[in-house]
């Protein structure tokens, strides 16, 4: 396990492939950890350096007293990318995880390369949606609403699997403060503005089931940015790496090599 003891949190990260490789970094999603990788990680060129972390409040990382901003977890990851050296990455941002690739990108131009924005969007929602659910949560937990979360992550041939136990688990575990303060994060964050000055490469992925993001929402901000291009995983929810771990990986791997030829 690798600490990263930054400015304001402390960051859990792991780093797989060869460190010499090319960077790309991985950004999970709300009530996920690193783990959310697991089944891309290996599906992919063993040359690269790839590195993922998990968002403060969720799993190994610190939980600072919320709320959060969109502002405060893009300098979580600006921070750990500059205590690793990394520049010119590519960044894999899922969820909220794209919403700081987003911002980080329009922030820090030099960190990121090219990017790939997954079952995301420029603004997820409006802010009432995300005080009612921080509400729920807080008069009943996590766990009174993860059937409905879990609906919104997979499609429903998946909803049934047995591994979608651990992934209930992963939710259910995650720090109320935390999950609590990224939700807020999200329902003030509007990125509408800065998103359509980006200029880089951009590979936006979509899940045809996906619940919390749906595909014309992420289509619709793939469009803001000149020559990105649009991506749908059939059958697929909000976590397509999960249930369409060999399609996610074929993706990604050729838009690696586009963005490294």
Not at 139 to 156: M, V
Not at 160 to 185: F, I, K, Q, S
């Amino acid at each position: 396990m690798r600490m990263a003891d930054l400015k304001s949190v402390q960051l859990h990260w792991r780093e797989d492939g060869s460190h010499d490789g090319h960077v790309v970094v991985f950004a999970n999603s709300l009530g996920t950890d690193l783990r959310l990788w697991d089944k891309i990680i290996p599906l992919l060129p063993i040359d690269y350096r790839l590195i993922r972390f998990d968002l403060r409040g969720h799993g190994l990382s610190s939980c600072p007293s919320g709320p959060y901003s969109i502002d405060e977890l893009v300098s979580d990851t600006e921070d750990l990318m500059d205590h690793l050296d990394v520049s010119s990455c590519v960044f894999v941002g899922l969820s909220i995880g794209g919403m700081i690739g987003q911002a980080l990108a329009a922030r820090r131009p030099d960190l990121i390369k090219s990017m790939v924005l997954s079952n995301t969007a420029a603004q997820m929602g409006g802010a009432k949606l995300w005080q009612d659910r921080v509400k729920a949560i807080r008069s009943s937990g996590i766990e009174g609403l993860s059937e409905q979360i879990l609906d919104r992550w997979f499609g429903p041939d998946f909803r049934d699997h047995r591994e979608v136990n651990a992934w209930r688990n992963m939710l259910t575990r995650t720090p109320v403060e935390g999950y609590v303060g990224c939700c807020l994060a999200i329902a003030e964050a509007d990125l509408s503005f800065t998103t359509p000055t980006l200029r880089l490469p951009t590979l936006g992925i979509a899940g045809t089931m996906d619940g919390a993001s749906p595909p014309d929402l992420v289509r619709h901000t793939i469009n803001m940015i000149p020559n990105a291009r649009f991506e749908l995983i059939e059958g697929a929810g909000h976590l397509p790496c999960v249930e369409k771990p060999a399609q996610y990986a074929d993706l990604l791997t050729e838009f690696l090599k586009e963005t490294f030829r």
